[in-house]
């Protein structure tokens, strides 16, 4: 077992990580002694998959499953979702679990920020994605008029219960899309990118050991600064050109649009900033051996003037966080156009 604590700048209150097989039995077992009311908040894939094992470890929990996908990350379902627990008398000492990937952590985590001005929320991630990302840093929200995460709150779970058993289930795609992120943080982080480059990356029993390593990572940068206002955009490394990609490639899922983004902005930080060019092309075969795929099939240019979009260019460039030398990172500036030249450049010599 392995248990990460995040104390919060400036606040007293933590949230606690616990890494552990049987994460569910643990939890059940937790909440019985503690006496609490709680609700299980999850979705059919994860209901179908887990619920006689919900039934067993949280017995007399009332669970509540939204439709699986993004496209049910919405008001509709957020509003369900409330009106599930104001019926089950939930009330201001009661504890959501949100049991399911980043699309149930994000309504729950939302839903338990509103009921009541706030209760407890307990994140059980059941996917890579949720495991080393999502479900740490407080982060939730809903898309809304057509614009993804335009609505949420900070709120911090009070606990989070990380189960390798639940990797086994994951379809191929979902453990690449984890993955992506995963490749990320070795970007940021020289011990990682070394176990990732010498292992096999699909190994699930590999990446349920380094789940923990990825916590403590995003734990590290959210807890300096847990609002994003400034340490925090380190974890946008390669999301500039990820996001720009993923407008408009349904197809792609977000983990391979940010296996993208870093290839092509690994390759940007060559002709910007000084870097360490042999790490590089070790970062850029990582990318490509999780990727497995043709890279030149994809018309990175054509999907860069969406970027202007993305909510993080608040300015009239295109701001960049690129790898540079192993576990270190720069951030740049280019205007739309250098941007789009970079990358049509950066798409010839990848065909
Ligand atoms: N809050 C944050 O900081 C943050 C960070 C990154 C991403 N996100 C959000 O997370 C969402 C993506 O998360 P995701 O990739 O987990 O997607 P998801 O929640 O849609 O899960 C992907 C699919 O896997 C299924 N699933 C879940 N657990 C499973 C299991 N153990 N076995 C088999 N199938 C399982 C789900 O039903 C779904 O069909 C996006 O909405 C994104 O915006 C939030
Ligand atoms: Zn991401």
Same mark, same amino acid.
């Given at each position: ?25 643990? $939890?059940?077992?937790?909440?019985? /002694? ?15 998959? *887990? ?24 008001? +509709? ?11 089950? +008398? ?7 679990? =949100? ?10 985590? @939302?839903?338990? /920020? ?60 979902? &453990? ?5 992120? &995963? ?14 480059? /010498? ?5 699930? %029993? ?13 734990? =590290? ?6 609002? %994003? ?15 720009? &990609? ?9 983990? %391979? ?5 870093? $290839? ?14 042999? *790490? ?5 075969? $990582? ?32 701001? @960049? ?7 270190? *990172? ?8 250098? *941007? ?12």
């Amino acid at each position: 077992m392995k248990t990460v604590r995040l104390h919060w700048k400036g606040k007293a209150e933590e949230s606690v990580v616990i890494c552990r097989k049987n994460a569910l039995k643990f $939890l059940g077992q937790t909440l019985q /002694s503690s006496n609490t009311r709680a609700f299980v908040f999850t979705d059919t894939n994860v209901l179908s998959l *887990y619920g006689k094992k919900i039934k067993r470890t949280l017995p007399d929990i009332p669970v509540f499953a939204m439709e699986a996908g993004e496209e049910h990350k919405n008001g +509709e379902t957020l509003f369900s979702l409330l009106s599930a627990m104001a019926k089950a +008398e939930l009330h201001r000492n009661s504890v959501l679990i =949100a049991l399911g990937g980043g699309v149930v952590g994000d309504v729950g985590g @939302l839903a338990a /920020s509103l009921y009541m001005r706030g209760i407890d929320c307990i994140q059980v991630p059941t996917t890579l994605l949720a495991q080393v990302d999502s479900s740490v840093g407080g982060k939730t929200a809903i898309d809304f008029c057509g614009v993804k995460n335009l609505v949420g709150a900070f709120h911090q779970p009070v606990r989070v219960y990380v189960g390798p058993d639940f990797l086994k289930t994951l379809p191929m795609r979902e &453990i690449r899309c984890g993955l992506g992120e &995963i490749v990320k943080h070795a970007a940021l982080d020289k011990e990682l990118f070394d176990e990732l480059v /010498s292992r096999e990356v699909f190994d699930l %029993e590999f990446l349920g050991e380094i789940v923990p390593k990825n916590i403590e990572i995003k734990a =590290a940068v959210v807890r300096k600064d847990p609002q %994003e206002k400034g340490l925090r955009r380190c974890l946008n490394l390669g999301h500039t050109t990820a996001h720009a &990609i993923e407008l408009n490639e349904s197809t792609l899922s977000h983990g %391979e649009c940010v296996l993208l983004g870093i $290839l092509y902005e690994s390759r940007i930080a060559r002709t910007h900033v000084p870097c360490d060019k042999s *790490y590089l092309d070790e970062l850029e075969g $990582l990318c490509r051996r999780v990727l497995s795929c043709d890279i030149s099939s994809f018309d990175v240019p054509s999907f860069a003037q969406s970027s202007v979009l993305d909510k993080k260019n608040t300015g009239k460039g295109i701001k @960049l966080v690129v790898p540079t030398f192993k576990g270190e *990172y720069a951030e740049i500036e280019l205007s739309l156009e250098e *941007y789009t030249r970079e990358l049509a450049r950066i798409r010839g010599e990848l065909c």
